[in-house]
């Protein structure tokens, strides 16, 4: 796809251009974001417990740790303001992980399409600076759609998420069902090294 299918070069801003934008964040939606946790969670909890002897320390250690990776990488979050846009992540894991970007409105001259192995569509927002994935995962992506809209000119009409809601609501039901599947099978196991 073009870019000016995708959006095309940015139209000359309009007048509000810059103006009575309050500071907004937008953090990783709560449905994808609690999804990944409890998806983390189902998988690798039970593993210290499936362990032999000498695994179990080591792999206590490291389901913690993969556990705040896990909250870092989902926790990145775009904060816009009059000037422009900021991607990255909270002071707690920033020096860690060290991904972020920003651009000012002005600097933002076009939007390029890229179609996904899966058939979905991620967007890279254009600058001299050169190109940047589009957050599309974000809380209130409407609205962040509508702020870009508004102070680039770019078309944002066309722009959905990189998966319907669909697949992380499906991917929710199964997590919660496998993490309620461990759950009795912990209580069983319970039960069963308690009895006579």
Wanted: net charge neutral.
């Amino acid at each position: 796809m073009s870019p000016s299918e995708a959006g095309g070069e940015a139209d000359q801003p309009g007048p509000n251009h810059g103006a009575g934008l309050e500071r907004r964040h937008y953090g990783m939606a709560t449905l994808i974001r609690g999804t990944l946790v409890g998806l983390y969670l189902a998988l690798v909890v039970p593993l210290p417990l499936l362990a032999s002897g000498g695994l179990r320390p080591l792999l206590s250690i490291a389901v913690p740790m993969g556990l705040a990776l896990v909250l870092a990488i989902t926790s990145e979050s775009v904060t816009v303001d009059p000037n422009g846009l900021v991607v990255g992540h909270p002071p707690w894991c920033s020096w860690w992980l060290r991904r972020g970007w920003s651009l000012e409105w002005n600097e933002i001259t076009a939007l390029t399409a890229v179609a996904t192995s899966q058939g979905g569509r991620v967007y890279y927002l254009r600058s001299a600076k050169g190109s940047f994935l589009m957050p599309q995962r974000v809380t209130q992506f409407a609205d962040f759609l509508d702020q870009l809209h508004q102070h680039t000119g770019l078309d944002t009409q066309a722009i959905g998420r990189i998966s319907p809601p669909w697949t992380y609501q499906l991917l929710a039901v199964l997590t919660a069902l496998m993490l309620l599947g461990e759950l009795v099978a912990l209580g069983l196991q319970s039960a069963g090294s308690l009895a006579p």
